[in-house]
């Protein structure tokens, strides 16, 4: 997978070092960890490293977020293939002036219809902390559809409590129907 480019943004990819890095420095933000790692301490740039797999170009990639008119990179994508021609995802918008600004669905859009054209994915999967309101109003936005649940699966450090998380799923004739839609109103930009 090469650059991928939106309307606004470019991802580009980048080595697992290059993700640990920026990960590392993310996750020093409280409020990212919260939804993210729910622990209190921040990761050191080892632990960094070990939570992100290899970029191996087939079944795992690591993408950062450029803004293409300022240059800057704002977060860090990372897509998981798993059996059964389906992708995995997370993201971490590390630059807070971004959020709220649909940035994640509109990169999402752009990376889905890659992986459904290129690779022939049936399905995109994604596992979120129940109280990570912003993912679970992305996945939303998507058309995902919330497909399940895993109760008390981590304990959250910030509330001293165990931490729901939720399952969505985008497939099928559902995703094909999506990846057409956003392919007609521009969601992916050619290079």
């Known amino acids: ?13 980048i080595t697992r070092w290059q993700m640990a890095r920026l990960q590392h420095r ?3 933000d409280d409020g990212i960890r919260a939804l993210l790692t729910l622990h209190r301490k ?38 998981r293939l798993i059996p059964f021609r389906t992708a995995g995802f997370e993201v971490i918008l ?6 709220g600004r649909d940035v994640v669905p509109e990169v999402r859009k752009a990376l889905i219809i890659v992986l459904v054209r290129q690779a022939g994915l049936e399905q995109m999967l994604s596992l979120v902390h129940s109280r990570n309101f912003g993912s679970v109003l992305n996945y939303g936005k998507l058309g995902f559809e919330h497909v399940g649940a895993s109760p008390m699966a981590a304990y959250d450090e910030f509330r001293d409590e165990p931490a729901d ?25 050619a290079a």
Request: net charge positive.
């Open 1 to 13: 997978m090469g650059d991928i480019v939106t309307p606004r943004f470019v991802l580009k990819p």
């Open 42 to 79: 921040p990761p050191s740039l080892w632990r960094s490293f070990r939570r992100i797999g290899r970029a191996n170009g087939r079944t795992r990639f690591h993408h950062a977020i450029v803004d293409r008119t300022t240059k800057a990179v704002i977060g860090t994508h990372s897509t």
């Open 26 to 28: 993310y996750l020093k």
């Open 165 to 189: 998380f939720l399952v969505f799923s985008l497939r099928g004739d559902a995703l094909r129907r999506s990846v057409d839609a956003w392919e007609k109103e521009g969601a992916l930009v």
């Open 94 to 99: 590390g630059e807070r002036a971004w959020w």
